[in-house]
C-alpha cells in the first residue's frame, strides 16, 4: 500500500496545476517512476481510477516514464546498468556504487481541455 | 476542445518533503536531535529504545513516537519507563509521513526533549522513501534476517547514518556471515557506521550509546555557534 499516499500526491499535483489554467478535464497524465522507486505503476493506476472519480481527472490516461537503474562507480566512475543480482562495476569489479538515478519520482507533465 | 499540454515537473513526495523541512526547523529551534530507527518486523526496535532511554535517563530527555499498524503493546512498554510516547497507528499503511509527525510534535513536550527516537513501522521498504525531518538515519537488521539483507533491501541501506545489528548473542546459532553484511552495506554507503549489539545482554550497546552522545554534542555545538 505504499503506492496510496503517491497516488494522493498525484492527483493533488495536477488538479493543482489543472485549476491555474481553468481546465475542465485532465486527459493525460505523464509520470516519470525510476525503476528503483519501489513504485508498482499498475497499483497507482488502479487508485488513480478510484480516488479521482468525482473529479475532472476521472478517466485520465497515465502514461509511465521507468528511468532504469544507473550506478557509478565510486573507484573508477564508470556509469553502469546493474543488473538484479550484481551491482559490481564492470570496468573494476570494485562494489562501492553510488545510485546516479532510476530512483526518480514525479509528474512530468499532463494533458488538459 | 483544444488540447493543452502542461509541463509540470513536480516531485510527487514534494508535499513530503516540504512538510519534513518544516519538522526540522521546528526541531531544530528547541536543539533537539532526532532520529529516525527503521528495521523488518522483529529486529528489536522496541527493545534498543529501551536500552537507550535506561541508559541515557535522566541526563537527557527523552521522547518516542512510536509507529505502528495496530495495537500500543511497544507504547505501553516505552510508557511504563515514564517517558513521553506519542502512538501513531496506521491501518493497512507501511510508513510514517512527515504530516503524522508534525501531528505528534503538536502534543508532545518538546520544552524537556534533547533526543526524539522515532520508531518507524517495521518494514525494509517504503520507510527510507519518506523523509519525517530526521537529523539521522538509523537502521537496525538483526543477525537472524541473515546477512543477505544489504543485498535484498539496497535502498534502505543507502542513507543511513548508522547500522546496528542486533541480537548478537545469538550469532553461535546462526550461520550469520558478519563481514559479508558489512560489505553489502558499505558498497552502497562507504561512510555508514556498523555496530554489531545485542539488545538483550547490553553487549556492543556503548558504542551506540557514545555514537548518539557525540551526534547530541555536536547538534548543541552547532546552536550554539
Known amino acids: 500500500m505504499h503506492e496510496l499516499p503517491v497516488t494522493m500526491s498525484i492527483l493533488s499535483i495536477v488538479l493543482e496545476h489543472a485549476k491555474t489554467v481553468k481546465a475542465s478535464k485532465i486527459s493525460l497524465i505523464k509520470l516519470t517512476i525510476g525503476e528503483l522507486s519501489g513504485i508498482v505503476p499498475e497499483y497507482i493506476e488502479l487508485q488513480f481510477g478510484f480516488l479521482s472519480k468525482d473529479t475532472i481527472a476521472a478517466g485520465a490516461s497515465i502514461s509511465f516514464h521507468r528511468p532504469p537503474a544507473e550506478l557509478r562507480c565510486r573507484s573508477c566512475a564508470t556509469i553502469f546498468s546493474p543488473d538484479n543480482q550484481n551491482w559490481a562495476c564492470p570496468n573494476c569489479g570494485e562494489q562501492k556504487i553510488e545510485i546516479v538515478s532510476g530512483r526518480e519520482c514525479y509528474v512530468e507533465s499532463m494533458e488538459v481541455e | ?225
Not at chain 2, 527523552?62 to 510516547?85: C, F, M, N, R, T
Not at chain 2, 496506521?90 to 502534543?107: R, T, V
Not at chain 2, 537529523?135 to 541501506?157: N, Q
Open chain 2, 1 to 225: 476542445m483544444e488540447i493543452k499540454v502542461l509541463t509540470i515537473k513536480e516531485d510527487i513526495l514534494g508535499a513530503n518533503e516540504e512538510k519534513a523541512r518544516s519538522n526540522q526547523a521546528r526541531l531544530d529551534k528547541h536543539g533537539i536531535l532526532t532520529i529516525n530507527i527503521m528495521s523488518s518486523p522483529g529486529a528489536g526496535k522496541t527493545s534498543l529504545i529501551l536500552q537507550t532511554i535506561n541508559r541515557l535517563r535522566p541526563e537527557i530527555g527523552i521522547a518516542v513516537i512510536e509507529g505502528d499498524i495496530a495495537s500500543q503493546v511497544d507504547a505501553d512498554k516505552i510508557h511504563q519507563q515514564g517517558v513521553p510516547i506519542i502512538q501513531i497507528n496506521i491501518p493497512g499503511g507501511c510508513h510514517l509521513d512527515a504530516n503524522m509527525i508534525e501531528n505528534a510534535l503538536d502534543n508532545l513536550p518538546l520544552k524537556e526533549v534533547d533526543l526524539l527516537i522515532i520508531e518507524n513501522v517495521g518494514n525494509l521498504i517504503c520507510p527510507a522513501e519518506f523523509d519525517l525531518g530526521e537529523h539521522k538515519r538509523v537502521i537496525l537488521a538483526s543477525m537472524p534476517e541473515g546477512d543477505d539483507k544489504p543485498y535484498k533491501y539496497p535502498l534502505m541501506f543507502t542513507e543511513a547514518d548508522v547500522v546496528l545489528v542486533n541480537k548478537l548473542d545469538l550469532l553461535p546459532h546462526l550461520d550469520f556471515n558478519a563481514s559479508y553484511f558489512c560489505e553489502g552495506v558499505t558498497r552502497l554507503n562507504p561512510t555508514v557506521k556498523i555496530f554489531q549489539v545485542s539488545c538483550k545482554t547490553g553487549e556492543g550497546l556503548e558504542q551506540w550509546f557514545s555514537w548518539l552522545l557525540a551526534q547530541m554534542k555536536d547538534k548543541k555545538a552547532g546552536q550554539a555557534a
